[in-house]
């Protein structure tokens, strides 16, 4: 078993991300929305906002797929489809992708 993390930085590019898993065959990861800690910082704390756009700025919403999935040795299929992801920029900017072993697992199937 694998605990596999995706973390999608531009949403348009979700369907691509999501066809590529399908493609890999991995199966069963859920999709949350995200929001970056720095568009946190300087809208709910004010004082913060001016260290964000000095850092750069914030890119704000993102997607963030994760779960448990059986399927491990996929992952390097999986990155490589994203690799040939038509993007106006490195597909690495775009998307992180974490795979990490699992040892203990309850599960209610």
């Known amino acids: ?17 999501v066809e590529a898993l399908v493609e890999a065959e991995i199966k069963g990861l859920s999709i949350v929305d ?4 720095e568009k946190v ?7 913060f906002a001016g260290l964000v756009r ?6 704000g919403a993102n ?3 994760f779960g448990i999935t059986e399927v491990g040795d996929n992952i390097k ?3 490589s ?3 040939d992801i038509d993007a106006p920029e490195d597909i690495s900017r775009l ?4 795979s990490l072993p699992v040892s203990d697992y309850l599960s209610g199937d």
């Open 1 to 17: 078993m694998f605990f596999v993390v995706v973390f999608l930085k531009k949403e348009e590019y979700l369907d691509e991300v």
């Open 81 to 83: 489809i994203l690799r």
């Open 77 to 79: 299929e999986f990155i």
């Open 63 to 65: 997607k963030v797929l």
């Open 34 to 37: 995200g929001v970056e800690m």
């Open 54 to 59: 000095s850092m750069g700025g914030m890119r």
């Open 41 to 47: 910082l300087a809208v709910d704390i004010p004082i």
């Open 95 to 98: 998307v992180e992708v974490i």
